[in-house]
């Protein structure tokens, strides 16, 4: 997908995972043929420039548009996959090393907001209003993760680590379970912040260490509040476990939009869901941690903290 790196580590006979492997390459080669925005004739590049026009879809892409819409619902638009008119002009301004002006700013966002994707299931179609445009980057890794546990299991694997892009995956079917530890970088220095350990589950984490561009002469975070139209700032990094990929996926961009206390609010009301969310400290000089009660119960601090 877009050269994500999948790693995958399986605890089984060697022929089961052959077969898994030999499907789980056909899988991910369908859906990147269908998903990918980087291929103008996959059927999300389609959707894209159908003005409106309702498509007929697979029932894939119906199911992972309908969680897509489901998680934007759910964090209240924080994650949104319909920001890409914002993600776009603020990458086109970092190169051209300026920040956007406000009609600019006003133009794009005209465009964004996820009660713009209609999906109906019978028949299957989905359809883009208001010139709308859907980008399932920001979830593609979780789903994948999702789909490959599924591929492993159907050929009786019992035990696997998945990682996709860097988003996590895990499961443990066998009677005598080992959890797996999981390292969580650290957001603002070198090596890690602290480990997890999990029976089974996702954990993907959001941070604005990766891929940020200088505009305006400061670093400008990858991610973007849809409900501004800014880069987020303050919020560091965000980790989510979940029971599925794709919400781990697509909550941890949340909750980089939303910080700590709102995010770790949405978490609340979730079940299954814990978070650790890593703010930029008041001074500027540290960071400051802030979890669920049940990822604090299975976190352990390797960094030294100021
Ligand atoms: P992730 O690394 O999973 O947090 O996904 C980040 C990518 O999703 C970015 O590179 C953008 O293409 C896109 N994106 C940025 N902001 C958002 C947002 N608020 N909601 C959904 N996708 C976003
Ligand atoms: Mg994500």
């Known amino acids: 997908m877009g050269g994500v790196a999948i790693r995958l580590r399986a605890w089984s006979e060697a022929s089961a995972l052959d077969r898994a492997l030999a499907s789980a390459e056909r899988d991910v080669a369908s859906f990147e043929q269908a998903a990918s ?19 007929p879809a697979s029932d894939q892409l119906v199911a992972i548009v309908s969680e897509a819409v489901r998680l934007a619902h759910e964090s209240s638009g924080a994650f949104d996959p319909t920001v890409g008119p ?22 794009a966002r005209a465009h964004v907001g996820w009660q713009h994707v209609a ?6 179609t989905i359809a883009l209003r208001g010139d709308a445009q859907l980008d399932l980057g920001a979830i ?11 591929l ?50 996702a954990v993907a984490t959001s941070g604005c260490y990766e891929r940020f561009a200088v505009v305006g002469g400061k670093p400008r975070c990858h ?8 880069p987020v700032e303050g919020t560091l990094s965000a980790t989510v476990v979940a029971p599925s990929g794709i919400d781990a996926d697509a909550l941890a961009t949340a ?3 939303l910080g700590a206390q709102p995010g770790l609010e949405l978490v609340s009301r979730l079940p299954g869901i814990d978070a650790l969310v890593v703010t930029r400290s008041p001074t500027g000089d540290g960071i400051v941690l802030a979890a669920s009660a049940g990822l604090t119960a299975r976190f352990t601090l390797r960094a030294k903290l100021p």
Do not use: C
């Open 86 to 107: 914002l993600v776009r002009l603020w990458r086109d301004a970092a190169r051209a090393e300026r920040v956007p002006t406000a009609p600019e700013l006003a133009a």
């Open 255 to 257: 909750l980089l939009v």
């Open 119 to 124: 999906v109906s299931p019978r028949p299957p």
């Open 140 to 150: 593609a890794e979780g789903y994948l993760a999702d789909r490959l546990a599924g």
């Open 152 to 201: 492993l299991r159907a050929e009786g694997i019992a035990r696997a680590r998945i990682d996709v892009g860097g988003d996590l995956l895990m499961f443990d079917d066998r009677v005598a379970k080992e959890p797996f530890r999981i390292g969580i970088r650290h957001p603002s220095a070198e090596g890690l912040l602290g480990e997890l350990e999990l029976d089974s589950g």
């Open 37 to 55: 925005v980087f291929r103008p004739d996959s059927f999300i590049s389609q959707l894209n420039r159908a003005q409106g026009r309702a498509l």
């Open 223 to 230: 991610v973007i509040d849809p409900r501004s139209g800014q």
